[in-house]
């Protein structure tokens, strides 16, 4: 079904209401590697019960995480086939950290919708306060749409973005173990293409990719230790372009400059001619 611009533009959806808990909260730090040197107290302020940090990033998952089927592509002016679905891009900002357990109401709208001819990008933000109205995050999300395209609307601007002309400031090593994708998908992503090897080799993969998503938050963790000392209260906004994929088992490397107040980056995996799996990443710690 073509997009219907006047009916998507603007649209807002129905408010969701979700919960989640201080295990929800190590079940996704675990998801993304937390606790590999169970002696390292800094990983383990990720996962002590009733009050673990949280990283940032469990903002973008948040409402979704108790979910066990496939999501669908289906709003006002909107019907897509989700095989056609690629996720372009996420981000999150937080005024505070978010609380290891609570209740919280996410609304959310289309803000953009650019027509690249064979493709749609089609952006959304979701904002996510207390029941009593005080903010918790703002996600930012876009997703590509192949084959929706031509419907008559902007092209919209580019959002590639080359990292400085200069070696890196910092380089880091994110290890990514055999069995990460079927831990992450217990974190609300139960895509076969995550676990099923049948499915993902008539997907065109030799084997089952990492979520996108995980790549995403353990680039996030590993930037906070690195970078600011694991102190995820730190942390002001976090975002990233999803540009290829991982396999578990690889250990990636994420290419860090320091940009004014915040960092840059870009994650490869070296095992692949340094292929990209995440451009445009950015960190901006909290100078309130």
């Not at 803000?111 to 493709?119: E, H, L, P, S, Y």
């Not at 895509?191 to 938050?217: K, M, Q, V, W």
Request: hydrophobic share 40%.
């Amino acid at each position: 079904m073509p997009i219907n611009l006047d009916e998507a533009l603007g649209a807002q959806l129905d408010p969701v209401e979700f919960s989640w808990t201080s295990s929800d909260i190590q079940l996704y730090h675990l998801g993304l590697g937390a606790g590999q040197d169970p002696m390292d107290k800094r990983e383990l302020r990720y996962l002590v019960d009733d009050t673990p940090q949280v990283l940032p990033t469990f903002g973008n998952v948040a409402a979704s995480f108790h979910d066990t089927k496939p999501p669908t592509v289906q709003f006002p002016g909107i019907d897509i086939e989700l095989s056609k679905v690629l996720h372009a891009s996420e981000a999150v900002s937080v005024p505070a950290p978010i609380p290891p357990s609570g209740t919280a109401r996410a609304v959310t709208r289309f803000t953009d919708i650019w027509d690249k001819g064979k493709a749609a990008v089609i952006w959304s933000q979701t904002s996510v306060t207390t029941p009593d109205g005080t903010p918790l995050w703002t996600q930012k999300r876009s997703i590509f749409a192949r084959g929706e395209g031509g419907f008559g609307g902007e092209r919209g601007p580019s959002t590639s973005s080359e990292p400085p002309e200069r070696a890196p400031d910092f380089e880091l090593s994110i290890a990514v173990s055999p069995q990460q994708a079927l831990l992450y998908r217990m974190c609300g992503d139960r895509n076969p293409l995550h676990s099923d090897p049948e499915f993902a080799a008539a997907a065109g993969f030799p084997r089952p990719i990492l979520h996108g998503l995980c790549t995403y938050g353990m680039t996030c963790k590993a930037m906070v230790d690195a970078l600011l000392d694991g102190d995820v209260s730190r942390v002001g906004s976090y975002g990233a372009r999803f540009a290829g994929v991982v396999f578990p088992g690889e250990t990636l490397k994420a290419s860090v400059w320091k940009d004014g107040d915040g960092f840059r980056a870009v994650v490869t995996a070296p095992e692949r001619d340094d292929a990209v799996a995440l451009a445009g990443v950015e960190l901006i710690p909290d100078v309130s």
